[in-house]
C-alpha cells in the first residue's frame, strides 16, 4: 500500500495519468479517508455542525417534502 | 514438613523485602491513580472521542440532525362540507349478520346424551371417592376400648 501511495504521490506531476488500476483507485481512496479523517480530528467542530446540518437537510427532505 | 516462621533462617530479610514491595506499591499507587484520572478526564473530553472515531462520530451527529426534524402532521378536515364530501365518497353498504349455524337433531341428541353421561360418571366417582375415604378412616381409627372411654387408664 504504501509502494501504491509513493506512486501516487509520484504520478501527481502534471500530465501523469492516475488511476490505472483498481488498486490505484483503492489507495487513493485510503488516501482521502486518512486525509478527512485527519481534517475531522483537527476541526471537530466544523465537522460535526456540518455533519448536523447535513442530517437536518436529509431529514427535512425526506420528512417534510 | 513446613519449618515454622521461628525457624525461617532470614524472617528479618524477607520482612524487609516486604517493606520495601509495599513501600513502593504505595508510590506506584499514586502515580497511577494520576493516570486513570487523566484518562478518565480525556474520555470525557468530546473532542478527543471526535479525534479517536471520526467517521462514527459523524455519522452519529448526521442521525441526531435528522431526528431533529420534525414529521408532516397531517391535518384532517373539520369542516362540514370537506365532512359531507367525505362521508359522500364512502360508500355505505349494511353487510347482515352471518348467520348462525343451526344445531341438527343428531347433534343436539348427541350432546344432551354426553351431558348427562358425564353428570352420571362424575357423581359415581364423587360416591366411591366417599367410599374410599370412609373405609380408610375406619381401618387407621384408634379402637376404642372401654378405658378410653371412661377416660381410665391402666398404667
Known amino acids: 500500500m504504501a509502494n501504491r501511495l509513493a506512486e501516487y504521490e509520484r504520478s501527481q506531476a502534471p500530465g501523469a495519468v492516475w488511476p490505472r488500476t483498481p488498486q ?4 487513493r481512496a485510503n488516501l482521502w479517508l486518512q486525509q478527512g479523517s485527519q481534517w475531522v480530528a483537527e476541526h471537530p467542530e466544523i465537522a460535526l455542525t456540518t455533519a448536523v446540518v447535513a442530517g437536518v437537510v436529509l431529514g ?5 417534502r | 514438613m513446613a519449618p515454622s516462621l521461628a525457624q525461617s533462617p532470614t524472617p ?3 520482612a524487609d523485602q516486604i517493606r520495601q514491595r509495599m513501600r513502593a506499591i504505595r508510590r506506584d499507587l499514586g502515580a497511577d491513580v494520576e493516570d486513570l484520572v487523566g484518562h478518565a478526564e480525556r474520555l470525557m473530553d468530546w473532542r478527543y472521542c471526535v479525534q ?3 467517521w462514527v462520530s459523524m455519522g452519529i451527529a448526521a442521525f441526531v440532525g435528522y431526528f431533529m426534524v420534525p414529521g408532516r402532521l397531517v391535518a384532517f378536515p373539520t369542516d362540514d362540507t370537506a365532512l359531507r364530501k367525505l362521508a359522500d365518497r364512502i360508500p355505505v353498504t349494511v353487510q347482515p349478520p352471518p348467520p348462525e349455524p343451526k344445531a341438527s337433531l343428531f347433534g343436539s341428541l348427541v350432546s344432551l346424551g354426553l ?3 358425564g353428570r352420571a360418571a362424575l357423581a359415581f366417582a364423587g360416591q366411591q371417592v366417599g367410599k374410599f375415604i ?4 375406619a381401618q387407621f381409627a384408634p379402637p376404642q376400648t372401654e378405658e378410653t372411654t371412661h377416660g381410665k387408664s391402666t398404667r
Open chain 2, 52 to 54: 479517536r472515531n471520526p
Open chain 2, 134 to 137: 370412609g373405609q380408610q378412616a
Open chain 1, 60 to 64: 427535512w427532505l425526506i420528512k417534510r
Open chain 1, 24 to 27: 490505484d483507485l483503492q489507495a
Open chain 2, 115 to 117: 351431558n348427562t353421561a
Open chain 2, 12 to 14: 528479618d530479610i524477607e
